[in-house]
């Protein structure tokens, strides 16, 4: 899709909007632009939050008005990321960047320029290094900012690897659903993390004074820790498994992608 040529482009300098395309991907907008137009970096993903209580609404143990409390602030948390993500929207030509990425997509498709699959696997081999070393650096010890930095590496990495895949590449198809299954841990991982931000404003507000609110809080914060926890066991048990792919990466799909006529 668009959002994944944006994303797996996102090292390259901004081009320039207008003239030929002499380079497929010349024209393409940069990925702060399409960024900008969905609330800034962070803003992503407040829905799937949203959502991660939703299901701990069905958590019987867990006392009722404090999830009601949280639901409260992470909806408010939403709705004034909304309001910066339109507020935003209004500076942006929508028109001009939808001409822009279907100019890309059609050239994308005319062209026998092949120029552009050297671009992509350069693309390939640093964000397959970006993984493997995000992947070193957070090693088996829970630490939530560098897991952060793995689930960023592994989706750009996703990204490029999806755009090899439709580029013909066989050997980059298998690997699609075996990077997005360990994003999609580090992505639940990273919901609950951001619920336990929302637990701590909450008791650090006015509205846990009561006694029962206080421990209300505190059972959730204890029953996310420990969902954290596991999902972190989770993940660990499946770092072999993306290592192996980073290595496919850099030995299998790099070479490919620069051999491949789709």
């Not at 939808?98 to 100019?103: D, E, K």
């Not at 590449?169 to 075996?178: I, M, N, T």
């Not at 846990?208 to 059972?219: F, I, N, T, V, W």
């Amino acid at each position: 899709g668009h959002r994944a040529v944006a994303e797996a482009l996102d090292d390259s300098p901004p081009l320039a909007a207008d003239g030929p395309l002499d380079d497929p991907f010349q024209g393409a907008p940069n990925h702060r632009e399409l960024l900008l137009a969905r609330g800034g970096k962070g803003g992503g993903r407040i829905d799937e939050v949203a959502e991660q209580h939703g299901e701990l609404m069905q958590v019987s143990q867990l006392p009722r008005p404090a999830l009601e409390e949280v639901r409260r602030h992470v909806i408010e948390e939403r709705d004034k990321r909304r309001s910066v993500m339109l507020e935003r929207l209004e500076g942006v030509n929508s028109q001009k960047l939808g001409r822009r990425l279907s100019s890309v997509a059609d050239a994308l498709e005319v062209s026998t320029d092949e120029r552009w699959r050297q671009v992509l696997s350069a693309r390939l081999l640093k964000r397959a290094r970006r993984l493997k070393t995000a992947i070193v650096h957070a090693g088996h010890m829970y630490a939530p900012e560098r897991l952060h930095e793995v689930r960023i590496a592994a989706k750009k990495l996703r990204y490029g690897v999806e755009l090899a895949a439709d580029g013909g590449v066989r050997s980059a198809a298998p690997l699609v659903a075996r990077i997005k299954r360990v994003q999609d841990l580090l992505g639940r991982l990273h919901d609950m993390q951001v619920l336990q931000t929302h637990i701590a404003a909450v008791q650090a507000s006015g509205g846990a004074d009561h006694e029962s609110m206080h421990q209300g809080l505190d059972a959730m914060a204890s029953y996310i820790e420990s969902e954290c926890r596991h999902l972190h066991a989770r993940y660990v048990k499946n770092v072999p498994a993306i290592q192996d792919v980073c290595e496919t990466v850099l030995t299998r799909v790099v070479p490919d992608t620069v051999r491949s006529r789709a």
